[in-house]
């Protein structure tokens, strides 16, 4: 695992969870002797759906609403047996999502 990187993306709507999440990971790493870069914060994404407000008529009669994913990505360079270990062990808040390349 000398010449190996980790990469962990992160997403979530709260930008909060996803930071405390990232510094989790970061600072797990740096405990255990890995070269960390990141969290890096890629774009947000932004979906916006519109919906009629009245049952029939009044198309003008409308309401948007939005939902925003935020992302962050960081990567582990030449992790030891005892990185990987620590992060499995490590405990994230809900409504995270995480996704892991070796």
Do not use: C, W
Request: proline share 5%; glycine share 2%; no cysteine.
């Amino acid at each position: 695992m000398a010449s190996q990187k980790i990469r962990i993306k992160l997403k979530a709507y709260d930008h909060n969870l996803v930071d405390l999440a990232a510094e989790k990971i970061v600072e797990t790493a740096k405990k255990m002797g890995s070269k960390v870069s990141g969290p890096i914060p890629l774009p947000t994404e932004k979906e916006i759906v519109t919906v009629l407000r009245a049952t029939h008529k009044y198309k003008d009669a409308r309401e948007q609403f939005e939902s925003r994913t935020h992302k962050r990505l960081i990567d582990i360079y030449s992790p030891n047996a005892k990185t990987v270990d620590s992060l499995t062990k490590l405990e994230l808040p809900a409504g995270i999502d995480i996704k892991i390349k070796l």
